[in-house]
């Protein structure tokens, strides 16, 4: 019912910038949050940067500074703009949203996409 479609993922040069976005679609009552987690090979998904209903945001200390969460509602859509990457930002990115498809749900289910990569080179 619910799909999270990712773009943008690429592969840039340390210091270099790349923005990614995610639209959400299908049958939506509401989004709630909706951000971005990352997973490089050996390791765990780790939480990016998360936006909330309200537009609060909340970001990993070593990303602050340098990437940018924002949505458009309007859209269901939630962007990331990366600046002055770094190698060890080499991940396959995940958009995240928390989406209720009914007013009858008293919670938001987690949906993912499929992930873009995102390569940056020394």
Known sequence: Q????????GLVQAGGS???SCAASGTIFSI???GWYRQAPGKQRELVA??????????RDSVK???TISRDNAKNTVYLQMNSLKPEDTAVYYCYAAIKTSRSQTYSTAYWG???QVTVSS
Do not use: K
């Open 32 to 34: 709630n949050a909706m």
């Open 2 to 9: 619910v799909q999270l479609v990712e773009s943008g993922g």
């Open 114 to 116: 499929q992930g873009t």
């Open 18 to 20: 790349l923005s990614l």
């Open 65 to 67: 500074g340098r990437f």
């Open 50 to 59: 998360i936006i909330g209903s309200g537009d609060s945001t909340n970001y």
